[in-house]
């Protein structure tokens, strides 16, 4: 087997032309979480789906969700998948039971608090935000910030490759990756695969599941809900190849938006604003001017090398700004009206009709979609 | 490979234990590891070359027919180790065309073969059919049938030991071969990755 994309192992779609990108500036995330449970009330309330989080935000430095994803393996080296770890059920943790009925009708008063109940599986242990807040760093020079992750719709989608039932792929339309969950036979090779650990498994079902980037929404010209309902207005939507996008100026004009762990070899469409930082203290409380409290070896360990320039550039346009210059840079990253951030994607759900059956798929699989098979 | 027969039983035989299965002639089937080199996909090649799977087997194998269905009951020694993540998983494999080449990989994509596919249930999973109708065209690429393939499968454990019998449509054994596939749950051994017999079984009508 030669490079990827031989035997149409990467799906369908690798570079799709109207490829839907997504850009978070993390300096602006506050660890709310609104994108998590926006997601969560929409898409992952079923049997088989407390414990899934498509949308999850984790503090960081920090073991993340599945605990200690990043060291899982999967990906792309060289052309060739990278074997990785499945993670578990408690790995992933979360979706727990609580002791309520202990609680408010056992009659043990103030002795029994409420605390999740250990089915045998593990899950009580681990949490999709189990370690907020921790961070690293040691007094007066701790730092933390948060990163918020989904699937990346991979222009190389491992998953897809991994899936020998062909029931993942990528849409040519817009590069979305899917999954046919009535052809998934819960194999589970792509959870493995997938360098970011963000594939759940619903064990009610049998069936592997992941963040579909909101299509539906994405069809009717409505942002996905993770961004929409972001309060911080800084997750930007659209397509990396209009070259009018604030997506494209951040990506690939100004280069300011990384994907997360590039070395894994999927192509990420999902990229970030790596965060800036405010100046370390020596010992005697003084400010180091010149080192950055979050240290740039630890970003670059999470965005590549390229994360270097990248902050470059923004203490750049931040010191043209404070000297009194304009920079379009940070305007756009400013953003002076949320629908700034969406492109075409600005229309309001509330505005949908909503009635049964009214709501348009306009893709669907493409015939002849290539499998691993 | 010796032959079987398929006598007609009554329905107590969809009961792995049921003593209408003890005058049931049956046949030790010995499988081998679905060969690494017929996986087509690139990641599993990568995850389990020279890992070790598909120790599985022999499968005593009986048949027999009931009213309009064809039953199968196999019956291994599975692994004593509860399950975890996968679970052990066993199937009857019917050539859809005469002379189709061995069952070793599970089918091709010119040569499909129905896969029944029995798969042992966690607790959280008792609300899933106990056994599948797929099409497989080849290691693990396995399609479920879109409709009329009604297949059931009921099961019991004696130990470490496996009985189960599949029921579906007799009509499946037209071309009077069939074959089988177990998979380790606890070595995780899924889809492709498994144990199959590396020739037909012929069914004397
Ligand atoms: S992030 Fe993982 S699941 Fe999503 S497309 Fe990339 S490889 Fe597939
Ligand atoms: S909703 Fe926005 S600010 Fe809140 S955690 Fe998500 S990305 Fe960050």
Aim: charged content about 20%.
């Amino acid at each position: 087997m030669g490079a990827y994309g031989a035997n149409g192992d990467t799906g369908e779609g690798a570079g799709a032309p109207g490829q839907v990108a997504m850009v978070f500036d993390l300096n602006k995330c506050m660890g709310c979480q609104t994108c998590s449970v926006a997601c969560k009330v929409l898409w992952t309330r079923e049997e088989g789906e407390d414990h899934q989080w498509w949308m999850s935000v984790n503090t960081q430095p920090g073991l993340g969700t599945p605990k200690g994803w990043e060291e899982m393996g999967g990906g792309w080296l060289d052309g060739q998948p990278v074997p990785g770890h499945q993670p578990g059920r408690a790995e992933f943790g979360g979706g727990w039971d609580f002791n309520y009925q202990e609680v408010f009708y056992g009659g043990t008063g103030s002795s029994t608090h409420l605390r999740p109940i250990d089915h045998g599986d593990g899950n009580t242990g681990w949490g999709m935000n189990w370690d907020e807040d921790q961070g690293g760093g040691e007094y007066p020079n701790s730092y933390y910030f948060y990163l918020p992750r989904l699937c990346n719709h991979c222009t190389h989608p491992v998953c897809v490759t991994a899936c020998p039932s062909g029931a993942m792929y990528k849409r040519h339309e817009d590069g979305v990756v899917l999954r046919d969950e009535s052809a998934c036979q819960g194999a589970r090779f792509c959870m493995e695969a997938c360098p970011y650990k963000k594939i759940y498994f619903n064990y009610a079902r049998n069936v592997a599941q992941h963040c579909i980037m909101c299509f539906p929404r994405l069809e009717v010209e409505v942002a996905p809900a993770c961004a929409r309902q972001c309060p911080g207005r800084l997750v930007f939507v659209g397509s990396a190849d209009d070259d009018e996008s604030p997506i494209h100026k951040l990506v690939h004009q100004w280069e300011v938006a990384l994907p997360l762990h590039p070395e894994f070899g999927t192509g990420p469409n999902i990229f970030y604003v790596p965060p800036l930082s405010p100046s370390r203290l020596h010992e005697d409380l003084s400010i180091d001017e010149e080192t950055p409290r979050i240290p740039p070896e630890y970003l670059e360990s999470l965005f590549g090398p390229k994360v270097h320039a990248a902050l470059d550039t923004m203490r750049r346009e931040l010191a043209r700004v404070r000297a009194g210059g304009q920079s379009e840079l940070l305007d756009t990253l400013i953003v002076y009206h949320w629908s700034d951030l969406f492109g075409r994607y600005t229309t309001d759900p509330a505005t949908l009709d909503r009635s049964p059956g009214r709501v348009p798929v306009r893709f669907g699989r493409s015939p002849g979609t290539p499998t691993t098979g | 490979m010796g032959s079987l027969t398929a006598p007609e039983v009554g329905e107590e035989a969809l009961d792995p234990d049921a003593g209408a299965w003890d005058s049931i002639p049956s046949e030790g089937v010995p499988l081998v590891p679905v060969p690494i080199e017929a996986q087509l996909n690139a990641y599993v090649r990568a995850a389990w070359t020279g890992r070790d799977y598909g120790r599985s087997g022999p499968v005593e194998l009986a048949l027999a027919r009931c009213g309009g269905r064809l039953l199968a009951r196999l019956s291994w020694d599975g692994s004593a180790v509860p399950p975890g993540e996968f679970t052990d998983a066993a199937g009857l494999l019917l050539p859809r065309e005469p002379g189709t080449a061995s069952p070793v990989t599970m089918g091709t994509h010119a040569e499909p073969v129905s896969l029944w596919q029995w798969r042992d249930r966690l607790a959280s999973q008792q609300g899933l059919p106990s056994a599948k109708y797929l099409v497989s065209t080849g290691p693990g690429v396995f399609r479920p049938v879109p409709a009329g393939g009604e297949v059931s499968a009921r099961s019991s454990r004696a130990g470490a030991r496996w009985s189960v019998v599949l029921a579906g449509p007799a009509e499946a054994l037209a071309t009077g071969s069939v074959g089988v596939a177990v998979w380790d749950g606890a070595n995780a051994e899924r889809a492709g990755i498994g144990a199959v017999c590396a020739t037909w079984v012929e069914v004397t009508p």
